[in-house]
């Protein structure tokens, strides 16, 4: 075998001990139960995928951050980017599954990024989507879902910000512009954050838009009121514009589905300023801010109703986002909002007073584990102390201790290791002594 | 966007459907409930390691089988190869951890190998090992919880077979041949199966035995009688010999600790023909077989004493097996171990009769998902009867309609797709009827 090397992560990548595990299992397993809840089932994809599968979709950049090599067939394989683009060839794969088609998909992507804090090389994606519906309904139901996610998680303060590709299009028409120019009336509304209004209009000009048309924009922008009010001002405004029309339309539709579904409007904020890099969106976008820390969205996601059609040759209405568990983890770390004492599923340690005492030891385990109590069987050569010393580290609420004495009697001592208190108990109360103390805790 | 492509999976990779999904998150769900009972945590490792950590580790064909790629940074990595070597390097990387720590790992790896029937280039493996122990009890403990794993799953005939790396050294020491000459040995013994006893002979001698150091391994081979008569017919023909005595010693412990964890002496099979490939097992070695069908071993694993000082330059005891969820799915199959209707975790579908009836359907599906109960909303443009075909296909068990007329006196007819019978409730009873229509299914 080979020499000693020193051990290390590759850069932007992350181990996940124990306690982080147990973090991110709390958080995924919720997520996946308010998918299922609404009616959503599980799929995979591969890690690897054919170059040609991923190339093109996601921008240059894109293109440029995907992961690819050769392999020793000589194919050129990427590393899954995101899950949307799989799902897209899944649904082109495989014409025979029934729609509208309801999928959550939780797996980790990779980016060949240049990693900075937050930034990782791997990190977990979690996706709902719906393919085969063109009612708003089905955005309705996705935006729904995360709404129920994020209130799962007690999150409070959020809100879900929701623009429509259309209304883009058609404030870049009605500016005078070819539709060729949205993508760059999106970037330039994008930076509105970072730069204001008086520099989106900058960058609109310098982005080739007459000052003329980079007024009529500013003007789109400016409007206030309610979600219900802006939409009635942009009716003005758009009335000729055919594109817009229908994005108004989708928007009032897709408001008054979220209002059946018992979403609050408070949460809602229609916003012209949302705009969403994706090339392949096409209709709704959506995505859900924080108030509190700062951290960008933690989900993200829209209409895409012509990315299958670049796989099958026949589109395909597809609606759906993501949910950016790694931001998640990081608010929900620094907002405390983690339950206390997450950090072992092991529920006993059964120590081990010395090797004469081990057989007991061993039936206590037996019987622990028959009650279906998580419990260790301490296997280590410390004594007594260091293996309470165990216990304390990984958080293990209760230790169990039986030395000669109690075995000579049939007894165990149980020992609180939050409290410090043990008691000793007959054998045949342990597992009632144990379940009221792991209940009470 | 770029043009139109035929939608292809990567040769040996495969999409999970949500039926394959629903049986595979079955199986795990099992086997993490058990491993959380056996006292082990959960902890992930990257994807992606430095090329540094994986080679040299699985001998040459595994170099050679291992996915390397250099990354823009012009650094040279490789797709995790199995869950043992990023394990070893997280117990060299966090000094910090306290030991014995077991912990569980269920991940996919990846091979860069032909596919085959039953051979894939990503597949998961599940894996628990125990760091930090010598003693034979940390064996005991994995192989009890496989056992209990596999018990959970609803196995009934199957065997664990396990040898010890040290007898292997003492046989290949009596034989007159030194240690170098072990891996030769143990890969002549290891083709018993194929090659009967003669060629196991021949076999020896090609790699260098001499006739009568082949004939001495054939005589140990050869012992007969329970594990325990097998053990003190060894120790007779081992007694002189340092390594092999110290592995009788092992294997005697390890068979009085699962006697005293109660796994039944009939599911354990010492046996001398158990080799096992990796270079790094130093102690006991073990794996499952099924008695039918003849799939190759389900699970394998060993004691490991001297790979996690290739990275911090100290030696930490190790011991370790993995499930092969893959093959443990295909038996499952083939032998229908799978409950029935395992297709979807939906419970009911909420159909919609027409536009104007959608107002009500999505106040049901209100109720019912406040209730906890997993509901998909009908999203597409089909009729009723298409909507029910979407039912049928999905396997959801019960459908809900509500037409003008239900609308009009507060009711529901709840159809249960099974029986096709149907009923019409009044919409307070609906979370009662659809309740019980469930718990019968």
């Given at each position: 075998m080979s020499k000693n090397i020193k051990p290390r992560l590759y850069k932007g990548t992350r181990d996940f001990l124990p306690e982080q595990m147990i973090k991110r299992n709390y958080v995924i397993d919720i997520i996946k139960n308010i998918f299922k809840k609404f009616g959503f089932d599980p799929l995979e994809t591969p890690a690897m995928e054919l170059w040609e599968t991923l190339s093109?979709?996601?921008?240059e950049e894109g293109d440029r951050l995907t992961y690819r090599f050769i392999d020793r067939g000589k194919r050129e394989v990427g590393l899954r980017y995101d899950l949307t683009v799989p799902l897209s060839r899944v649904i082109a794969l495989y014409p025979?599954?029934?729609?509208p088609f309801k999928r959550y998909q939780i797996q980790p992507v990779w980016r060949a990024d240049k990693p900075?804090?937050?930034?990782?090389?791997e990190f977990y994606q979690c996706d709902i989507d719906i393919i085969?519906?063109?009612?708003?309904l089905a955005d309705a139901e996705i935006i729904a879902a995360l709404y129920h996610v994020l209130i799962a998680l007690k999150f409070k303060r959020f809100s879900i910000r929701i623009n429509s590709r259309k209304i883009l299009s058609g404030i870049t028409e009605i500016s005078g512009?070819?539709?060729?120019?949205e993508a760059d009336v999106a970037r330039s509304i994008d930076k509105f954050d970072k730069i204001g209004l008086n520099g989106v209009r900058e960058e609109l000009i310098s982005r080739g838009i007459k000052s003329g048309g980079a007024d009529k924009i500013l003007q789109v922008l400016g409007i206030e009121g309610s979600n219900k009010v802006r939409l009635s001002k942009l009716t003005d405004l758009l009335k000729n514009n055919k594109a817009g029309m229908a994005g108004i339309k989708e928007m009032e539709d897709l408001l008054s589905y979220l209002k059946m579904l018992e979403?609050?409007?408070?949460?809602?904020l229609f916003d012209l300023y949302l705009a969403r890099g994706?090339?392949?969106?096409t209709g709704p976008i959506y995505e859900t801010v924080v108030d509190?820390?700062?951290?960008?969205?933690i989900t993200g996601g829209g209409r895409y109703d012509n990315l299958i059609g670049l796989f099958s040759g026949q589109n395909q209405p597809a609606t759906g986002s993501s949910i950016g568990l790694e931001r998640i983890i990081t608010v929900m770390d620094e907002l405390k909002m983690f339950p206390e004492?997450?950090?072992?599923?092991?529920?006993v340690l059964i120590t081990v007073f010395d090797s004469t005492c081990l057989p007991y030891s061993i039936k206590i385990v037996n019987l622990l584990r028959r009650e279906n109590i998580n419990c260790d069987l301490y296997s280590g050569d410390s004594k007594l102390r260091g293996q309470f010393g165990l216990a304390n580290d990984r958080n293990i609420p209760i230790a169990v201790v039986a030395g000669p004495d109690e075995i000579k009697i049939n007894t165990v001592n149980i020992k609180n290791?939050?409290?410090?208190q043990q008691v000793n108990v007959p054998l045949e109360n342990m597992v009632n002594e144990i379940r009221q103390q792991l209940r009470i805790k």
């Open positions: 093109g979709k996601y921008g025979e599954i029934s729609k900075q804090k937050g930034r990782f090389r085969g519906s063109s009612s708003m512009a070819t539709l060729e120019k979403v609050p409007e408070k949460q809602i994706l090339d392949y969106y509190e820390p700062r951290i960008g969205s004492d997450l950090k072992t599923s092991v529920e290791m939050r409290t410090g």
